[in-house]
Every structure is written in structure tokens, then in C-alpha cells.
């Protein structure tokens, strides 16, 4: 193969291997899912501890409740039996006030009791959530951790890379290489291949014989016919005969 060839070959090279190098990079895990994840997991937590917070405020109302009619009920069953009122009326009257208050007192006990089991739900459930939301912060530190160790060093490798393709690039003759980039741009990064049989490497398709002739022969600046690839002849190594 031609010297320039030779070098273009590295550059190459090293325009594959970045771009691989860039894929990987773009493919590292960045956490965005567990950190979407762990968002979800917050909010949730947060509108489980304001239900808490209802929960207690209106428990506290409750007992406030509570101790209200316990009062009222008190003092009309102290009328009731202090002995002080005769009139049959007014004891009924009382009567009935101390059946209805001792019913909504029934009332706001349930009430209470359904306010306690809902708390020691939501409170077993925080610890629940909260033990879930620190694994979830773990990982993400993890993976972030991880990333940023990873990403420094692909992109140190590919600046490294870079840098010397642009020795090799800079030792292309100037018409080449813009040819070179003409073709990598339409595909897909690939535009020197190198042939040691009679397929083209880059598409897979079977080289007119001619052309591999005049591979063979040694003659430059060719490319294949159906993609357009730049071509240069190795010749492939014989096998070794197997004993």
C-alpha cells in the first residue's frame, strides 16, 4: 500500500476509535434514572408526612373534642341525678342531652381509634419510605461516583486520541484528506478500508476483479464502486499448515 495510505490508515484508526470511545461515553449511565426516581420517591415521602401531620392535627382536635362533650355530658348527668330538678319535663329534656351527647362522644372515640391505627400506618410507612429513599440516594451517589471516574477518563483518552490524529493527519496530503472527510461524512464514519480479499470490508460487497488487480498492483486512490469507500491492498496471510 502507498505511504499516504499507510498514514491515512492511522488516522483511521484513530477516528474509529473515538467514535467508539464517544459512544461509550455518551452510554454511561449519568444516574438520571435513579435520580428521577428517588424525585418521585421524595415527593411521595412528603405528601405522606403532611398526611401524618393532618392526621395528628386532627387528632389533637379530637381529643380537644372529646374532652368538650365529656364535660357537657357531666354536667347535665349532675342534673340529671343531683337531685335539684323535679320537673319531669326538664328531666327528660336532660336525659335526651345526655343520650345524644354520650352518642357523639361514641362518635369521636371511633373517630380517634381510626386516627390512631392511621398514624402507626403512616409512621411505619415513613420508615419504610425513608429506608427505601437512603438506598436510593446510595446508589445515586454510586453511579454518579462512578461516571465521573469513567467519563474523566474516556474523555482523556479521547483527547489523547485526537491529538495524534492530528500528527497523522497533518502528514496526509491535503487533497486526500479532504477527500477522506467527503467520504466519512456520508459513512458513517468509516472511509478507509482496508481489503485483503475480494469483498469490500465496508459494504460487503463483492470487488470487481479488475479492481482487485489493480489493488494487487499496487495502484492508489482507488475506491469501491458501490460505496464510495477508499481502498488499499494487504495481501491476507496465508495459514500456517496444520499439523
Request: charge should be negative; glycine fraction near 6%.
Amino acid at each position: 500500500m502507498s505511504e499516504d495510505l499507510a498514514i491515512l490508515y492511522r488516522v483511521q484508526q484513530a477516528d474509529t476509535e473515538i467514535a467508539r470511545l464517544r459512544q461509550a461515553l455518551a452510554g454511561l449511565d449519568t444516574g438520571a434514572g435513579i435520580a428521577s426516581e428517588l424525585a418521585a420517591a421524595e415527593a411521595e415521602l412528603a405528601a405522606l408526612r403532611e398526611r401524618q401531620r393532618a392526621a395528628e392535627k386532627e387528632s389533637l382536635d379530637r381529643e380537644l373534642e372529646l374532652r368538650t362533650l365529656e364535660e357537657k355530658r357531666k354536667k347535665f348527668q349532675d342534673q340529671l341525678y343531683g337531685g335539684t330538678i323535679r320537673n319531669p319535663r326538664q328531666l327528660s329534656d336532660l336525659q335526651e342531652e345526655v343520650e345524644m351527647l354520650s352518642r357523639e362522644i361514641k362518635k369521636v372515640e371511633d373517630r380517634m381509634l381510626e386516627l390512631m391505627e392511621t398514624l402507626e400506618g403512616h409512621r411505619v410507612e415513613i420508615h419504610t419510605r425513608e429506608a427505601s429513599l437512603k438506598d436510593l440516594q446510595d446508589r445515586l451517589q454510586a453511579v454518579r461516583t462512578k461516571y465521573e471516574a469513567t467519563g474523566s477518563r474516556l474523555r482523556q483518552e479521547i483527547a489523547d486520541l485526537e491529538a495524534e490524529r492530528g500528527e497523522w493527519a497533518a502528514r496526509v496530503r491535503p487533497d486526500l484528506l479532504k477527500r477522506y472527510e467527503q467520504i466519512r461524512s456520508r459513512q458513517g464514519n468509516l472511509a478507509l478500508v482496508r481489503v485483503t480479499g475480494n469483498t469490500c470490508p465496508g459494504c460487503r460487497i463483492t470487488l470487481p476483479s479488475e479492481l482487485v488487480k489493480a489493488l494487487e498492483a499496487g495502484r492508489p486512490n482507488l475506491s469501491c464502486e458501490s460505496c464510495g469507500r477508499l481502498l488499499f491492498w494487504e495481501k491476507e496471510p496465508a495459514l500456517e499448515n496444520e499439523r
